[in-house]
């Protein structure tokens, strides 16, 4: 029986976790290292890193912060924000991640999505997505946390992305994200009815309802939390429960 | 005592290190294959591609040192390809050549499942394990390991045994039996992730420095 995993996101900028609304106006929630170790503790299943900033003056930072995660965390690490090249891909990954998740660099060049696959499997390159509603039924995919255009569709753009092979979709709802008003579920229909590979779905959920809701309605493999366990609204366990 | 990691050049070897170091183990990253035989125990990780693997063990020349250190009484674990490798064939992106310790081939997880909906791969998540009729745990790296445990599991292709008796543990993937350990004598593999698999996978480890 397959079981929805469980996925803590952390969004970084250095040193600390930050949290937004709609990925903007972030405030400071607590040390990277601490709240690993709190969610790894608590049963996480898998943690992920985004590197909102994602200059390349942050870029040894980051890989510390892994480092350091992968000393005692025991649970499978990704990592994106800022992954530009093959380059990029091999030194996280060195750094301690297990994927890596490619949204910006992917909609400008889809090879890199071939090149990362053909060299680390498609386990590892997991394709990120900030997706906005831009009318019924229809979703664009953004870059740099829901600013930028790419004009591509989501939908197309996740077919395009999987036969490349990536292995798994990070589909990130901009419009809900941080606002604990439910994911979008519609959104996450629409991928996982073109897709065969996991997708984790990200951004908005407030209640265990909307967990639920996440895997029975809208078809998601995993789910990503950020607000409701940064800020202890509920417990790792619970949300695992509640999927189950 | 000494644990020998194989450093082949794929992926992350940080984990598998770390999860022995914190299980007391004293781990050696070998990136030559002069240093395997001196070990006492010997880890084969591998991620990605099984002719990747393979091809990269070959080239690097860990074949022969490795299917050597299988032969001898000491334990051995491979981990996701690495167990694959220990297969005579491996059947992803063409045909190629495992290590050929246990018998059996590495084919893809079914597209589909009983009732004709798509299964999704890689297949990824965590599993609990279930005990095939008539395998003992007893003397495994799975003592003390209570059936239903889960581990995490990231792969698309999944071995298949001819020896039943080599078959350690399996999960059910959607109606797809998925060998998830498979053990004869000093050799083990899993297809799981120990290192990745919280406190569970770090028992597993234990066990695995205490055999």
Not at chain 2, 131 to 158: A, M, N, Q
Request: with cysteine.
């Amino acid at each position: 029986m397959r079981e929805p995993r469980v996925i803590a996101r952390l969004d970084i900028k250095s040193p600390n976790v930050i949290k937004g609304v709609r990925l903007e106006g972030l405030r400071v929630v607590g040390d990277p290292q601490a709240l690993a170790t709190k969610y790894y503790e608590a049963g996480i299943d898998e943690l992920v890193y985004m590197d909102i900033v994602a200059s390349l003056y942050n870029r040894n930072s980051l890989e510390d912060i892994l480092r350091r995660a992968a000393e005692n965390v025991f649970v499978p690490l990704t990592v994106g924000g800022g992954v530009r090249t093959v380059d990029d891909v091999h030194r996280l990954l060195h750094s301690g991640a297990d994927k890596v998740a490619v949204n910006t660099a992917a909609t400008r060049d889809p090879s890199l999505i071939k090149a990362v696959a053909e060299r680390w499997g498609s386990q590892c390159m997991v394709l990120s997505v900030e997706a906005k509603r831009i009318g019924p039924g229809k979703w664009e995919a953004f870059t740099d946390n829901g600013r930028e255009h790419t004009y591509r569709d989501v939908v197309e753009w996740v077919q395009e992305a999987a036969s490349l092979g990536a292995g798994e979709i990070l589909l990130t709802s901009v419009d809900q994200e941080g606002t604990k008003k439910g994911f979008d579920i519609e959104l996450c229909r629409a991928v996982t009815a073109v897709v065969e590979v996991p997708v984790i779905l990200s951004g908005g959920m407030g209640s265990l309802a909307d967990a639920r809701a996440a895997v029975k309605d809208g078809g998601a493999d995993a789910i990503a939390v950020a607000h409701c366990f940064h800020y202890d609204l509920f417990s790792v366990g619970q949300v695992k429960e509640a999927v189950a | 005592m000494t644990i020998g990691v194989v450093d082949y050049g794929i992926g992350n070897l940080l984990s598998v290190c770390r999860a022995v170091a914190v299980c007391g183990g004293n781990v050696k990253v070998l990136s030559t294959p002069a240093e395997v035989p001196a070990v006492d125990r010997l880890v084969v990780p591998g991620v990605g591609a099984f002719g990747d693997c393979a091809a990269a063990l070959r080239d690097q020349g860990f074949w022969e040192p490795v299917v050597a250190f299988a032969a001898s009484e000491r334990p051995f674990l491979g981990i996701c390809v690495g167990m694959q490798m220990l297969f005579d064939v491996g059947l992803e992106f063409g045909q190629h050549q495992g290590l050929g310790i246990l018998p059996g081939q590495v084919v893809e997880i079914d597209r589909l499942r009983p009732d004709g909906t798509v299964r999704k791969r890689p297949h990824i998540g965590w599993v609990g394990l279930q005990r095939p009729e008539g395998r003992t745990w007893e003397g495994t790296i799975l003592e003390g390991t209570d059936e239903g445990t889960k581990f995490y599991f990231v792969h698309t292709f999944s071995a298949v045994p001819e020896v039943t008796s080599d078959r350690l543990a399996d999960v059910d993937y959607d109606g797809f039996r998925v060998s998830a350990a498979v053990n004869r004598g000093n050799v083990t593999g899993t297809q799981f992730h120990p290192e990745k698999s919280g406190p569970a996978g770090l028992a597993v480890v234990s066990r695995f420095l205490k055999q």
